[in-house]
């Protein structure tokens, strides 16, 4: 076998970590890191194209090697030290592959976008473009102040939704041209009008803004608001929880159409 990797300065390593650390890194790159099993069994099944990959010997899964094999991607051993200074997580799994950022093809006409407007926790993001994916949304536009949706923090809470759906960087004229013709709602929790009188059975999109500050930058989109009726003296619902209730009603719009 290998010897496995133990320098730090090994040029894998340290685009790895790079990589790993530095949203510009990835955008000046177009690549991005995907740590532990599940993520990477994600995105072989969904098709991606690993660049390649460093794994721990006595942590990984060799059935995962195997596939990884069969698709001809460079595999190369690393220490259990290597391995701690490249992972993200208290509890490394064992293998981090470093891919192409996915640039699947946007949809002319999208019959369910999501826009989300200066949503900066990662935590979140990922989220919210797991529940766009599983809401069956047909892509997702970030405004330019958005957290990076290739952080790894963003990427564990997608669970695969990087490579369910497009994900896009845009800035708001763009947007405002690529949405011309689509009813456009915004969650607001000041809104008279229920999330459920929405018209969700046409095309639309869905706005959500900031944890803090709500959407800020969206009027250029002349948006509708909508608000989800909550009980007296509620808080108001986090931005991942408050989008997950209105897609998965717009979901279910669709279905009944």
């Known amino acids: 076998m290998t010897t496995p990797i133990t320098s730090k300065d090994n040029p894998r390593v340290k685009q790895a970590h790079l990589l790993m650390k530095h949203a510009r890194n990835r955008r000046e790159e177009r690549r991005f890191v995907l740590e532990g099993l599940r993520l990477i069994r994600d995105a072989l099944e969904r098709g991606a194209r690993l660049e390649y ?14 596939q990884l094999q069969e698709r001809k991607v460079s595999l190369h051993p690393i220490s259990e030290e290597i391995l701690r200074h490249l992972s993200d997580t208290q509890q490394p799994q064992g293998m981090i592959a470093v891919a192409p950022i996915p ?16 949503v900066r926790d990662p935590g979140n993001l990922g989220t919210i473009l797991r529940s766009a994916a599983a809401a069956a949304c047909d892509v997702v536009l970030l405004s330019p102040d958005c957290a990076d949706p290739y952080n790894p923090k963003a990427l564990r809470g997608g669970m695969g939704a990087h490579f369910r759906l497009p994900i896009v960087e845009a800035d708001w004229g763009e947007m405002a041209g690529y949405l011309d013709g689509v009813a456009v709602y915004l969650a607001d929790g000041r809104a008279e009008r229920a999330y459920t009188d929405a018209d969700f059975r046409q095309r639309w999109a869905l706005v959500i803004g900031n944890e803090a500050h709500g959407a800020r930058s969206a009027a250029r989109l002349k948006p ?30 669709r279905r009944l159409s």
């Open 53 to 66: 990959v460093l794994y721990e010997p006595k942590q990984v899964d060799y059935d995962l090697i195997a």
């Open 103 to 118: 640039m699947p093809p946007l949809p002319k006409m999208p019959r369910a976008a999501l826009v989300l407007d200066a």
């Open 224 to 253: 509708v608001p909508i608000a989800i009726p909550m009980a007296a003296d509620s808080e108001s619902l986090n931005a991942a929880a408050a989008c997950a209730v209105i897609l998965f009603e717009a979901a279910r719009q």
